[in-house]
Protein backbone atom coordinates (compact mmCIF):
# COMPACT_ATOMS: atom_id res chain seq x y z
CA UNK A 1 0.00 0.00 0.00
CA UNK A 2 1.23 3.17 -1.03
CA UNK A 3 2.41 5.70 1.78
CA UNK A 4 0.00 9.41 1.79
CA UNK A 5 2.85 11.38 2.72
CA UNK A 6 2.59 15.27 3.04
CA UNK A 7 2.79 17.05 0.12
CA UNK A 8 1.26 20.37 -0.04
CA UNK A 9 1.95 21.55 -3.53
CA UNK A 10 -0.89 19.65 -4.78
CA UNK A 11 -3.80 19.38 -4.15
CA UNK A 12 -4.73 16.88 -1.00
CA UNK A 13 -7.07 14.80 -2.73
CA UNK A 14 -8.21 13.56 -6.39
CA UNK A 15 -12.02 15.15 -5.37
CA UNK A 16 -9.90 18.48 -4.82
CA UNK A 17 -8.53 18.95 -8.39
CA UNK A 18 -10.68 19.67 -11.06
CA UNK A 19 -11.85 16.25 -12.54
CA UNK A 20 -14.53 15.38 -14.35
CA UNK A 21 -18.16 13.08 -13.13
CA UNK A 22 -16.76 10.49 -14.94
CA UNK A 23 -13.19 10.12 -13.42
CA UNK A 24 -15.14 10.39 -10.03
CA UNK A 25 -17.07 7.43 -10.91
CA UNK A 26 -14.46 5.09 -12.04
CA UNK A 27 -11.84 5.78 -8.98
CA UNK A 28 -15.44 5.43 -6.82
CA UNK A 29 -15.76 2.08 -8.96
CA UNK A 30 -12.16 0.44 -8.45
CA UNK A 31 -12.06 1.92 -4.83
CA UNK A 32 -15.19 -0.16 -4.26
CA UNK A 33 -13.81 -3.21 -5.61
CA UNK A 34 -10.40 -2.71 -4.06
CA UNK A 35 -12.38 -2.49 -0.36
CA UNK A 36 -14.65 -5.29 -1.22
CA UNK A 37 -11.59 -8.14 -1.84
CA UNK A 38 -9.83 -6.28 0.44
CA UNK A 39 -7.06 -6.19 -1.94
CA UNK A 40 -5.71 -4.53 -4.83
CA UNK A 41 -8.23 -5.94 -7.81
CA UNK A 42 -7.80 -8.33 -10.18
CA UNK A 43 -9.24 -8.36 -13.38
CA UNK A 44 -11.59 -11.45 -12.73
CA UNK A 45 -12.97 -9.13 -9.78
CA UNK A 46 -13.71 -6.34 -12.58
CA UNK A 47 -16.35 -6.53 -14.72
CA UNK A 48 -16.71 -3.63 -16.75
CA UNK A 49 -20.56 -3.87 -17.12
CA UNK A 50 -20.59 -2.73 -13.86
CA UNK A 51 -20.16 1.05 -15.10
CA UNK A 52 -22.14 0.93 -17.74
CA UNK A 53 -21.76 4.77 -18.70
CA UNK A 54 -17.96 4.32 -19.25
CA UNK A 55 -18.00 1.56 -20.90
CA UNK A 56 -17.07 3.99 -24.45
CA UNK A 57 -14.35 5.86 -22.32
CA UNK A 58 -13.04 2.47 -21.02
CA UNK A 59 -9.80 0.19 -21.32
CA UNK A 60 -7.89 -2.83 -20.14
CA UNK A 61 -4.41 -3.29 -21.10
CA UNK A 62 -2.41 -6.56 -20.10
CA UNK A 63 1.30 -6.81 -19.35
CA UNK A 64 2.99 -8.96 -21.91
CA UNK A 65 6.73 -10.95 -21.55
CA UNK A 66 8.54 -8.15 -23.30
CA UNK A 67 7.32 -6.09 -20.81
CA UNK A 68 4.80 -4.17 -23.65
CA UNK A 69 0.84 -4.09 -23.09
CA UNK A 70 -1.95 -5.69 -25.31
CA UNK A 71 -4.98 -3.82 -25.23
CA UNK A 72 -7.82 -6.55 -23.69
CA UNK A 73 -10.59 -4.11 -24.25
CA UNK A 74 -11.10 -0.48 -25.78
CA UNK A 75 -14.82 1.18 -26.08
CA UNK A 76 -16.28 2.46 -28.54
CA UNK A 77 -14.61 6.44 -27.78
CA UNK A 78 -11.37 4.93 -27.69
CA UNK A 79 -11.18 3.52 -31.19
CA UNK A 80 -12.84 6.53 -33.01
CA UNK A 81 -10.61 8.72 -31.17
CA UNK A 82 -7.87 6.49 -32.57
CA UNK A 83 -9.50 5.94 -36.09
CA UNK A 84 -9.07 2.29 -36.65
CA UNK A 85 -11.11 0.05 -36.83
CA UNK A 86 -10.39 -1.01 -33.11
CA UNK A 87 -7.02 -1.01 -30.97
CA UNK A 88 -8.08 -4.24 -28.95
CA UNK A 89 -5.78 -7.00 -29.52
CA UNK A 90 -2.89 -4.86 -30.14
CA UNK A 91 0.02 -4.02 -28.51
CA UNK A 92 0.71 -0.48 -27.28
CA UNK A 93 4.29 -0.03 -29.26
CA UNK A 94 1.99 -0.58 -32.29
CA UNK A 95 -0.75 2.20 -31.29
CA UNK A 96 1.31 4.77 -29.71
CA UNK A 97 4.15 6.79 -31.90
CA UNK A 98 7.55 5.58 -30.97
CA UNK A 99 8.15 8.42 -29.44
CA UNK A 100 5.73 8.48 -26.83
CA UNK A 101 5.80 4.79 -26.16
CA UNK A 102 8.22 4.54 -23.33
CA UNK A 103 6.91 7.96 -21.15
CA UNK A 104 3.77 6.51 -21.21
CA UNK A 105 5.14 2.82 -20.38
CA UNK A 106 7.03 4.52 -17.49
CA UNK A 107 3.79 6.01 -16.03
CA UNK A 108 2.38 2.77 -16.18
CA UNK A 109 5.15 0.93 -14.81
CA UNK A 110 5.29 3.79 -11.76
CA UNK A 111 0.93 3.11 -11.26
CA UNK A 112 1.92 -0.45 -10.86
CA UNK A 113 4.89 0.04 -8.44
CA UNK A 114 2.84 2.76 -6.31
CA UNK A 115 -0.75 0.66 -6.70
CA UNK A 116 -2.02 3.94 -6.91
CA UNK A 117 -4.95 5.43 -8.96
CA UNK A 118 -3.29 7.82 -11.83
CA UNK A 119 -4.96 10.47 -12.62
CA UNK A 120 -3.35 12.83 -16.10
CA UNK A 121 -4.55 15.45 -17.96
CA UNK A 122 -3.57 17.37 -20.42
CA UNK A 123 -4.99 20.99 -21.17
CA UNK A 124 -4.16 21.45 -24.60
CA UNK A 125 -4.83 25.37 -24.26
CA UNK A 126 -1.71 25.55 -23.57
CA UNK A 127 -0.45 24.35 -27.28
CA UNK A 128 -3.50 27.29 -28.52
CA UNK A 129 -6.63 24.50 -28.39
CA UNK A 130 -9.67 24.39 -26.65
CA UNK A 131 -9.92 21.18 -25.70
CA UNK A 132 -9.14 18.95 -22.72
CA UNK A 133 -7.45 15.41 -22.93
CA UNK A 134 -7.98 13.67 -19.43
CA UNK A 135 -7.47 9.91 -18.21
CA UNK A 136 -7.54 8.30 -15.33
CA UNK A 137 -6.25 4.68 -14.89
CA UNK A 138 -5.28 1.76 -12.08
CA UNK A 139 -3.52 -1.36 -11.48
CA UNK A 140 -5.34 -5.05 -11.73
CA UNK A 141 -3.38 -7.87 -9.83
CA UNK A 142 -2.62 -11.34 -11.35
CA UNK A 143 -2.81 -14.68 -9.60
CA UNK A 144 0.60 -13.79 -7.20
CA UNK A 145 -1.12 -10.40 -6.39
CA UNK A 146 0.97 -8.78 -8.15
CA UNK A 147 -0.06 -5.85 -11.06
CA UNK A 148 -0.26 -7.35 -14.55
CA UNK A 149 -3.21 -4.86 -16.08
CA UNK A 150 -4.12 -1.26 -16.02
CA UNK A 151 -7.61 -0.45 -16.72
CA UNK A 152 -8.85 3.00 -16.99
CA UNK A 153 -10.99 5.66 -19.07
CA UNK A 154 -9.83 7.87 -21.75
CA UNK A 155 -12.08 11.00 -22.40
CA UNK A 156 -11.02 13.02 -25.22
CA UNK A 157 -12.72 16.71 -25.12
CA UNK A 158 -14.43 17.93 -28.83
CA UNK A 159 -13.76 16.03 -31.62
CA UNK A 160 -10.29 16.43 -32.71
CA UNK A 161 -9.32 14.24 -35.90
CA UNK A 162 -5.81 12.22 -34.72
CA UNK A 163 -4.32 13.57 -37.55
CA UNK A 164 -4.45 17.25 -36.39
CA UNK A 165 -4.00 16.35 -32.99
CA UNK A 166 -0.69 14.62 -33.42
CA UNK A 167 0.44 17.90 -35.37
CA UNK A 168 -0.36 19.69 -33.04
CA UNK A 169 1.82 21.59 -30.29
CA UNK A 170 2.39 19.12 -27.54
CA UNK A 171 0.05 20.44 -24.44
CA UNK A 172 1.53 19.69 -21.38
CA UNK A 173 0.71 16.67 -19.61
CA UNK A 174 0.57 16.66 -15.96
CA UNK A 175 0.10 13.17 -14.21
CA UNK A 176 -0.10 12.52 -10.26
CA UNK A 177 -0.86 9.64 -7.95
CA UNK A 178 -3.95 8.89 -5.53
CA UNK A 179 -4.09 6.66 -2.87
CA UNK A 180 -6.50 3.79 -3.66
CA UNK A 181 -8.64 3.94 -0.99
CA UNK A 182 -8.34 7.50 0.28
CA UNK A 183 -8.03 9.32 -2.99
CA UNK A 184 -5.09 11.31 -0.81
CA UNK A 185 -2.18 12.60 -3.18
CA UNK A 186 1.11 10.50 -3.51
CA UNK A 187 2.93 11.63 -5.88
CA UNK A 188 3.37 13.14 -9.53
CA UNK A 189 4.76 10.99 -12.38
CA UNK A 190 7.22 12.01 -15.13
Known sequence: MPDIGSNTTRPHRLTDVEVSGETIQFATWYRDLWRRYDRMPTRNDTDPLDVPDLLPWLWIYERTLDGDFLCRFAG???????QKPSIQFRKLSDILPKERHAPVVNRIETCFSQKCIAHGWTDAADA????RVERCFAPLSGEAGHPEAIIGIALYGGAIERSKDLDAP?????????????????????
Open 170 to 190: RSVLRVALYHPLSFCYVDDVA
Open 128 to 131: GSNR
Open 76 to 82: HHIDVRW
